[in-house]
């Protein structure tokens, strides 16, 4: 038996394109409504993804009766209060990495999800890729043995004119936006919190924001 979920897109940017047409491979799942702060912003992504409602306040998307869970995909400084906003009004969440800026942010929205037994998750999609689904199969198994050791590293080129990377207004930086996932990585071989953290790396002279970061984490295993 399938469950059909009607779809809120809350931020009608490029990632949440990405989505939503991945989105339209998922049995049982349907778009319903799509909000950005400009309406005709809206409209255009409604248009391209046949969305019906187009909102221009992210409240009435998440006031919308039809609206079973929101996704949220606007800037990163963002998905903390979009994330409460969808929450009280009671609707589940699925909200673009990182989840917040920090731990007390965090704390705030698994509160709220907690007390209402609502859904929240961060969308770390490299957690389901084939590849990495095995890997997680593997270790289940044990047929690797005991992992003492776990190097994973990722970069990329941004452009220089790529406001949400440099500005540490727009919760710029290479940790926040790519660093999230090596790091999630070890959190997913380990599934345990590290006793000890240190890390190095290059602050921008303008924004002050990380440019490139080495984090080792000390695990007990």
Same mark, same amino acid.
């Given at each position: 038996?399938?469950?059909?979920?009607?779809?809120?897109?809350?931020? #009608?940017?490029?990632?949440?394109? %990405?989505? +939503?047409?991945?989105?339209? /491979?998922?049995?049982?799942? @349907?778009?319903? &409504?799509?909000?950005?702060?400009?309406?005709?912003?809206?409209?255009?992504?409604?248009?391209?993804?046949?969305?019906?409602?187009?909102?221009?306040?992210?409240?009435?998307? #998440?006031?919308?009766?039809?609206? %079973?869970? +929101?996704?949220?995909?606007? /800037?990163?400084?963002?998905? @903390?209060?979009? &994330?409460?906003?969808?929450?009280?009004?009671?609707?589940?969440?699925?909200?673009?990495?990182?989840?917040?800026?920090?731990?007390?942010?965090?704390?705030?929205?698994?509160?709220?999800?907690?007390?209402?037994?609502?859904?929240?998750?961060?969308?770390?999609?490299?957690?389901?890729?084939?590849?990495?689904?095995?890997?997680?199969?593997?270790?289940?198994?044990?047929?690797?043995?005991?992992?003492?050791?776990?190097?994973?590293?990722?970069?990329?080129?941004?452009?220089?004119?790529?406001?949400?990377?440099?500005?540490?207004?727009?919760?710029?930086?290479?940790?926040?936006?790519?660093?999230?996932?090596?790091?999630?990585?070890?959190?997913?071989?380990?599934?345990?919190?590290?006793?000890?953290?240190?890390?190095?790396?290059?602050?921008?002279?303008?924004?002050?924001?990380?440019?490139?970061?080495?984090?080792?984490?000390?695990?007990?295993?």
């Amino acid at each position: 038996m399938s469950t059909s979920l009607k779809w809120g897109i809350l931020g #009608c940017g490029r990632i949440s394109n %990405d989505f +939503v047409m991945g989105l339209q /491979l998922v049995q049982g799942a @349907h778009v319903v &409504a799509c909000a950005s702060r400009d309406l005709s912003t809206a409209q255009t992504f409604g248009q391209t993804h046949d969305i019906a409602t187009c909102y221009d306040t992210y409240e009435a998307l #998440c006031a919308d009766p039809a609206v %079973d869970i +929101v996704y949220i995909g606007t /800037l990163h400084t963002l998905h @903390h209060p979009h &994330a409460l906003l969808a929450l009280k009004h009671n609707k589940h969440v699925l909200v673009e990495k990182p989840i917040a800026m920090n731990e007390h942010q965090l704390s705030q929205i698994v509160a709220i999800a907690r007390e209402k037994q609502l859904f929240l998750m961060e969308a770390m999609w490299t957690r389901f890729f084939p590849a990495v689904r095995r890997v997680r199969k593997l270790l289940k198994q044990g047929i690797l043995g005991q992992i003492h050791c776990v190097k994973a590293d990722m970069g990329f080129a941004f452009a220089a004119n790529a406001d949400r990377i440099w500005k540490r207004s727009l919760g710029g930086g290479g940790l926040l936006d790519i660093g999230i996932y090596p790091l999630a990585f070890v959190s997913m071989v380990f599934d345990e919190e590290p006793v000890h953290v240190h890390a190095t790396g290059e602050i921008s002279k303008d924004e002050s924001v990380d440019i490139y970061a080495v984090v080792t984490l000390h695990i007990r295993v």
